[in-house]
């Protein structure tokens, strides 16, 4: 069974398009993320959130914004999407604690046109 | 604020090989490390992590990660490269004050038979 799993794995679509990414773990863990990963494979953070707080890195656009129907699931809509959007997009999940080992979903590839 | 730099973008080896891929961090805290590895197309796998317990720390694959706090150093080695071992790898120190990860650039790890 796969622990964090993404959907869809590929995302085409026209500038100015609201998509959303889906992400789902079966791991029990309270917390999951987003990370961006561009063309040249450098990886940032983008949220953090558990069901007491979400964690946004300031840099990410006001266009892109989590929503976590229930602590399993962690989606990502983005509205208005740009030329630059276009990246890997991973999501992952860990339990606070000590041994805070974060897993990753395969990625959702976006590209804008 | 934690930053990690791994040096070297590009690494090539040969079959059989030692296999030395560098990480430098910075953090004003005792760090947690951890060096995922990402198979082409595919997300992240934790390959191992270090949490202030043994400073060597071995992991999947034949790989094992030294921690050097006088070098501020967590270098991962393998000592005979196989062709299965090409692919990116990332090193990461965790931020102590949530759990957020911050990573390097990453290097691509190619095997020459």
């Known amino acids: 069974d796969t622990a964090v799993s993404q959907t869809p794995k590929y995302l085409v679509t026209q500038m100015g398009n609201d998509k959303s990414i889906k992400c789902e773990q079966n791991?029990?863990?309270?917390?999951m993320y987003w990370y961006k990963q561009d063309s040249k494979k450098f990886l940032k953070i983008m949220f953090s959130?558990?069901?007491?707080?979400?964690?946004i890195n300031e840099t990410v656009p006001n266009r892109f914004s989590p929503k976590s129907p229930d602590k399993a699931h962690l989606n990502l809509h983005i509205n208005s999407l740009e030329l630059g959007d276009s990246a890997v997009y991973f999501c992952?999940?860990?339990?606070?604690?000590?041994?805070?080992?974060?897993?990753f979903g395969p990625g959702t590839r976006l590209t804008v046109l | 604020a934690q930053s990690v730099t791994q040096l070297g973008s590009h690494v090539s080896v040969s079959e059989g090989a030692l296999v030395l891929l560098r990480c430098n961090y910075s953090?004003?805290?005792?760090?947690?490390l951890f060096w995922y590895v990402q198979y082409p197309n595919q997300g992240l796998q934790l390959l191992l992590k270090?949490?202030?317990?043994?400073?060597l720390v071995k992991g999947i694959n034949g790989f094992e990660a030294e921690f050097k706090k006088s070098e501020t150093s967590f270098h991962l080695t393998k000592p005979s490269a196989h062709m299965s071992d090409a692919a990116e790898y990332f090193c990461?120190?965790?931020?102590?004050?949530?759990?957020?990860?911050?990573f390097g650039g990453g290097t691509r790890l190619m095997v020459k038979p």
């Open positions: 953090s004003s805290v005792p760090p947690y």
């Open positions: 270090y949490t202030s317990a043994a400073t």
């Open positions: 992952a999940s860990s339990q606070r604690g000590v041994e805070d080992t974060q897993y």
């Open positions: 791991l029990g863990h309270d917390t």
């Open positions: 990461a120190v965790r931020n102590n004050a949530g759990n957020m990860l911050t």
């Open positions: 959130y558990n069901n007491k707080e979400l964690i």
